[in-house]
């Protein structure tokens, strides 16, 4: 039996794209020095009033905006905590990811309840076929035998996360504003001696990331589930951070690990799909994560030896 | 006459919240084109006096003049607006960036609008590193190039931002004698160019090479301004090297026994390449205190961490009562009975949240008698606690006190109580009375002597000339990372030899300085 078909190299990469809008919010982060663990609660967050703000509006697109500007104020929030009230970044991102827990559980019941007088625990029935993100065949490619089948037709934000990976490296390599992240992620009494504001450099730096986020949560309940439900992100919030390690933390080689991941996480649904016990599959992806981060680490050590060995010799 | 100066600075006195006095009264004039060596010791006040010059720290009295005209400094940015450029003994860059990137952070150069002009920056750099006959390589990443070469980077970072006046910070610290005879080359050059230095150094040397006048700094107050031609090395360090207040400490001759500490041709290379150790031989014997002077970044601090197991030495053995410690832990060290007393104590010596008892036993804390391989025996750690903090005149409510909340005195106190009280044969005490008032500084030291005289080896490293001279039996004198000198007898030896010995004036013989080693 063969499952290495084009349908799933077609679902690597729809599943792939929320962990890759992620990594990418983790890649800009940790290049600035900001370390949010929060992606997985803002990607919640983003989710669910992505869902609701599209079903209210009757448009996808809006829904889509909102999520985004959710992800860049909850990014601000955490900011605020954690650069202006110094508490340490990984509670305040604690406190998000349990928020984009708890807290949208108990959002969506009380605003359901209140727009529609039923208290509901899910978005699943708002979000129809209408007021899904659209996909699109990319003419000419999908007439391509074989590779057509497997990049053409995906969502739009498929290609947009894709474009962002370019975007990105643009943004931290190109721009002054990128030159001004990359300083304040690594010394930032460098950065601040030459009067770069090194908190408003931060609050960027999260703030692009909660976009990106907001991006992948809108995908997550608009594209890949018709709605919002609870705990839907199930991880990939993490997994983001995991990729952006491997990944080196450079946008493509981040992007390459994101696509690892979604590959795990289309081979353990492909494998199921054949009637091997759930139970079985369920830990692949999570086995490729830890080997993958072995793999990196013994890479990265022997790097690091060898510039050790060359700086020896100086 | 305003425009004979480029900096004045009138009055100037700086107390910190904390009560220190770091500047008092202190005028510095520093004429248009010229070199100013900014000397003393550390702690003199010139980093201090700098940090008010670049706008870091604001003067709690006084007045600053630039070019003749009166100005507030209230940050780096005012500095710099103001032709003032600093480059900072640890390098303000950025090291994955190149060095071009690094020149315009802050002052990016773009193109369309939007996207950084790299080559404009590597044009920039490259216009100023020929303009200023400083070579560098605008392409190559700053974590990829010498030292030397990121000096020269921070120079032109500020040159690129306008500065008339460069003020730099002890820039041979780090720099190996091949890179500073070429950075003085280009100092000398950029002086020729109309640019006004001032440079800060304890280095005799140096000064009297590339200096025009200087400002010698002690104890925080101007020892007035010289022009360096005017001024012999034995006075210079006459005005740096002097003591104040004479604290008498009564202690009878000492009676030497059993080498304890021995230390043979240690040498100690560091991550840059710099030696920092080189052939450093001495012995410490029951019943003596061994003092080493000099001024701080001699290898004081090297040696410190090669002896309490914090580094390892490239070359050399260090036994302690016969048998080898380099490479033991520090458990295994005090399980040796060398106790250490260190220099940093809010790092080295406590844990600052936990309690005076907690950090009075946590050298201890495995020992039988306070515990029973489970759980602990309070009743002893505190009867013991108790003792310590009465013993040693500890100022505090009670054991249970967070150890950071006493004055630094008292703190130090509760570091040296421990230190002392496990039965050591070997005390190091790396500056151990510094920064803490006159009554703590009078106990620790008097406890050092009876120490010592009860038959416990004691070095005692420290940059406070009273208290080597005070309380060692014998001193050495360390200066660029080797023993300058050995004196048996600390009697009749002069602050004015000692200051020649410290700044690298004088140098015994091999011979004279094998002495310490008592063979």
């Known amino acids: 039996m063969n499952i290495f078909t084009t349908d799933f190299f077609f679902s690597i990469i729809r599943i792939a794209t929320p962990i890759l809008l992620a990594t990418l919010a983790a890649v800009v982060g940790e290049k600035g020095g900001v370390s949010n663990i929060g992606l997985e609660g803002i990607m919640m967050m983003s989710a669910l009033f992505g869902s609701l703000t599209a079903y209210w509006t009757k448009s996808w697109f809006i829904g889509l905006l909102i999520a985004m500007l959710v992800g860049l104020l909850e990014a601000l929030l955490m900011g605020f905590f954690a650069f202006k009230l110094k508490t340490d970044i990984i509670l305040v991102g604690t406190a998000v990811n349990m928020i984009g827990s708890g807290g949208t559980i108990f959002l969506v019941k009380v605003i359901t309840n209140a727009t529609m007088d039923q208290s509901m625990t899910s978005t699943t029935s708002l979000i129809t076929k209408a007021l899904q993100i659209p996909s699109v065949n990319i003419p000419l490619i999908k007439d391509i035998p074989v590779l057509g089948k497997i990049i053409s037709g995906h969502s739009i934000l498929t290609y947009l996360a894709f474009l962002l990976v370019w975007l990105t490296i643009v943004l931290l390599y190109k721009t002054p504003l990128g030159l001004n992240i990359r300083s304040v992620g690594e010394n930032p009494n460098a950065a601040s001696s030459v009067g770069v504001s090194v908190a408003k450099v931060r609050y960027i730096t999260i703030g692009i990331g909660g976009i990106l986020a907001g991006l992948g949560g809108a995908y997550m309940s608009m594209y890949y589930a018709m709605g919002w439900s609870l705990d839907m992100v199930a991880g990939r919030g993490f997994i983001a951070l995991a990729a952006q390690s491997m990944g080196g933390g450079e946008p493509v080689g981040s992007m390459l690990a994101a696509l690892v991941f979604g590959f795990a996480q289309a081979l353990g649904i492909k494998v199921s799909a054949t009637g091997v016990d759930s139970n079985l599959v369920a830990p692949i992806p999570y086995i490729v994560t830890i080997i993958s981060l072995v793999i990196f680490a013994i890479n990265q050590r022997r790097k690091d030896q060898k510039r050790h060995a060359a700086s020896a010799l100086n | ?519």
């Open chain 2, 1 to 519: 006459m305003s425009g004979e100066y480029a900096i004045q600075m009138k009055g100037i006195t700086k107390v910190y919240p904390n009560g220190t006095v770091a500047n008092q009264n202190v005028n510095l004039d520093v004429k248009k084109g010229e070199i100013h060596a900014l000397m003393g010791e550390n702690g003199a006040g010139k980093s201090t006096l700098m940090k008010m010059l670049f706008g870091l720290e604001q003067p709690t009295e006084g007045q600053i003049l630039v070019n003749g005209e009166q100005v507030h400094l209230s940050s780096p940015t005012v500095a710099i607006s103001k032709g003032i450029g600093m480059v900072h003994q640890h390098f303000m860059l950025v090291p994955s960036l190149t060095v071009a990137e690094n020149m315009v952070l802050g002052m990016v150069p773009t193109k369309s609008g939007a996207l950084i002009d790299f080559k404009k920056a590597v044009e920039i750099t490259e216009e100023y590193s020929k303009k200023f006959n400083l070579e560098v390589d605008a392409n190559a990443k700053v974590m990829d190039i010498p030292v030397g070469m990121k000096q020269k980077v921070e120079i032109l970072k500020a040159l690129v931002r306008g500065a008339k006046i460069l003020i730099l910070d002890e820039p041979t610290a780090v720099l190996t004698s091949q890179e500073t005879t070429e950075l003085f080359k280009e100092l000398k050059n950029l002086k020729t160019q109309g640019y006004t230095l001032i440079f800060i150094s304890h280095k005799l040397n140096e000064i009297m090479e590339i200096t025009d006048r200087m400002t010698i700094l002690r104890g925080g107050r101007s020892m007035g301004i010289y022009e360096t031609k005017d001024v012999t090395p034995q006075e210079i360090s006459r005005l740096m090297v002097g003591r104040d207040v004479v604290l008498k400490v009564e202690k009878d001759k000492a009676q030497p026994g059993a080498e304890v500490l021995k230390v043979r041709d240690v040498e100690y290379v560091n991550e840059w390449g710099k030696k920092m150790l080189d052939k450093v031989s001495l012995s410490v014997r029951r019943g003596e205190i061994l003092g080493i002077a000099g001024v701080e970044g001699n290898g004081q601090k090297e040696l410190v961490d090669m002896l309490f197991g914090f580094n390892r030495p490239n070359r050399g053995t260090i036994e302690v009562n016969g048998s080898n410690i380099i490479g033991l832990g520090q458990r295994e060290i005090r399980e040796k009975h060398i106790s250490l007393v260190p220099e940093d104590r809010m790092l080295y010596g406590i844990a600052g949240t936990a309690s005076i008892e907690e950090n009075l036993i946590s050298d201890r804390a495995g020992s039988k008698k306070l515990n029973n391989g489970i759980l602990f025996n309070m009743g002893a750690i505190h009867k013991e606690s108790e003792q310590l903090v009465k013993d040693y005149t500890v100022l505090c409510k009670n054991a249970q006190q967070a150890v950071g909340s006493l004055s630094g005195g008292n703190i130090q106190k509760v570091v040296v109580a421990r230190e002392f009280s496990n039965d050591p044969v070997l005390i190091i005490a790396d500056q151990p009375t510094r920064g803490i008032d006159v009554g703590a500084t009078e106990f620790i030291r008097k406890k050092l002597v009876e120490l010592s005289r009860s038959g416990i080896a004691v070095l005692l490293v420290s940059a406070d000339l009273n208290e080597v001279m005070e309380l060692s039996d014998s001193l050495i004198i360390m200066c660029g990372g080797r023993i300058a000198a050995y004196f048996e007898d600390t009697e009749d030896l002069s602050d004015e030899l000692m200051g020649e010995y410290m700044l690298g004036i004088r140098q015994q013989s091999p011979e004279e300085i094998r002495r310490v080693c008592h063979e």
